[in-house]
């Protein structure tokens, strides 16, 4: 049982590139998230989904997409990365309140 | 606008003595809480939670109390250990069953031996 699993670890983009993040989860929850940590702040909320092939936007969703076509996966997609996206991304997944994170991307754009 | 505060960025403790670290909100609709143990280069643990019709949880040497009234709540690590040494976010949800979680900036904590 592996949990909530993200690739890659670490990244640096360009400006402009585009990327996904992947994240896998193993526990069959149907809720899953995906969050952004930048540095002496909490963790907020880019985009979460209740089930396959439904998603919402979470408090932070500019710039990026996202897609839940089976229940285990949950891809955040970057278009056009800026700066302001180098961050630590959390994937979390959860059955109810209590959510499980991954080990989280760094990801720097320069 | 924080909904979720936790005011002491840092907090230094002696191996053995109680830590204390605090988290206040602001949202009447928060029903439930938690708390998240964080390790460098690690996603976020879950700790301990509880819901707003309790004032109290234990879980071994983790309390977390909750003041309803003063929309606050603590967490208490008695006796401290080497190994708590982590970042601890406080996180708050409108109900159980809710799927979406607020966090404060957490607060970082030192067990000195």
């Known amino acids: 049982n592996a949990g909530v699993t993200q690739t890659p670890k670490f990244r640096i983009l360009k400006i402009g590139q585009s990327m996904t993040l992947q994240c896998t989860q193993d526990?069959?929850?149907?809720?899953m998230y995906w969050y952004r940590q930048d540095p002496g702040m909490g963790l907020k909320l880019i985009y979460y989904s209740v089930g396959a092939g439904i998603t919402d936007k979470g408090e932070v969703p500019n710039g990026y997409n996202v897609s839940r076509s089976t229940t285990e996966d949950f891809p955040l997609r970057l278009e056009l990365a800026a700066p302001s996206q180098t961050s630590v991304y959390f994937c979390?997944?959860?059955?109810?309140?209590?959510?499980?994170f991954g080990p989280g991307t760094r990801l720097t754009v320069t | 606008d924080q909904q979720v505060k936790q005011n002491s960025p840092s907090l230094s403790v002696q191996e053995g003595r109680i830590s204390i670290l605090n988290c206040d909100y602001t949202?009447?609709?928060?029903?439930?809480f938690l708390w998240y143990k964080k390790y460098p280069a690690e996603g976020p643990t879950f700790l301990i939670s509880i819901s707003s019709i309790k004032d109290k949880n234990e879980d071994g040497r983790f309390t977390v109390f909750l003041n309803k009234s003063a929309k606050h709540l603590s967490l208490h690590i008695v006796p401290s250990q080497p190994g708590d040494s982590a970042v601890y976010f406080c996180a708050a949800s409108a109900g159980a069953g809710s799927y979406q979680l607020t966090f404060g900036k957490g607060t970082k904590l030192s067990v000195i031996p």
């Open positions: 979390a997944s959860s059955y109810r309140a209590e959510q499980y």
């Open positions: 526990m069959n929850h149907n809720y």
């Open positions: 949202n009447s609709m928060f029903d439930y």
